[in-house]
């Protein structure tokens, strides 16, 4: 990307990435900005002054392909010639891989794999959240708790895969 100019050269693979025709795509700001989710789209455009004023991009963000797919990109520039400080280059990778994995380990790290509902351990988090908010506020607040007692007795009566129904 040429700093003063704005004029953007991407190679063959990030059309590819992006899901475009070299051909019916320009990547110009406004193109590119149209295919950024609209939740990251705000955050994007506040980078891209920021790059060209200091040289230098990091940023993660999603596009929405043409065909729908949505895609986690992570952008990185710099300007690798001090002679010609007008210039960036940079790389685009797709990390959605990464951030579908990401995702999935942070719902098995607050989920119950047995009942399929968020554990104690996020059940705690939420409560300090929640009492924070309370004390900030002053609006009422109720949390209900169920402490089942002597369910050992369920699972050694109707077997621990009934005991498993019963929990979920």
Not at 45 to 73: F, N, V
Not at 88 to 98: A, E, K, M, N, P
């Amino acid at each position: 990307m040429s700093r003063s100019t704005g004029d953007v050269f991407w190679s063959d693979v990030v059309y590819e990435l992006f899901g475009v025709d070299r051909l019916a795509f320009s990547p110009v700001n406004e193109t590119f900005l149209t295919m950024v989710h609209p939740q990251d789209r705000e955050r994007v455009e506040k980078g891209l002054p920021l790059m060209r004023a200091s040289g230098c991009h990091d940023i993660t963000y999603r596009i929405i392909q043409p065909d729908g797919s949505l895609h986690w990109l992570h952008e990185m520039a710099g300007n690798p010639d001090l002679d010609d400080p007008d210039t960036l280059v940079g790389t685009v990778r797709d990390i959605t891989q990464h951030k579908e994995l990401e995702e999935k380990l942070r719902q098995q790290a607050i989920t119950d794999v047995l009942a399929g509902i968020y554990n104690r351990r996020y059940f705690m988090r939420r409560l300090r959240q929640a009492f924070a908010h309370y004390r900030r506020s002053e609006l009422s607040d109720v949390v209900l708790l169920l402490d089942i007692d002597h369910f050992k007795a369920v699972n050694d009566t109707y077997g621990h895969a009934t005991g498993d129904r019963v929990l979920k």
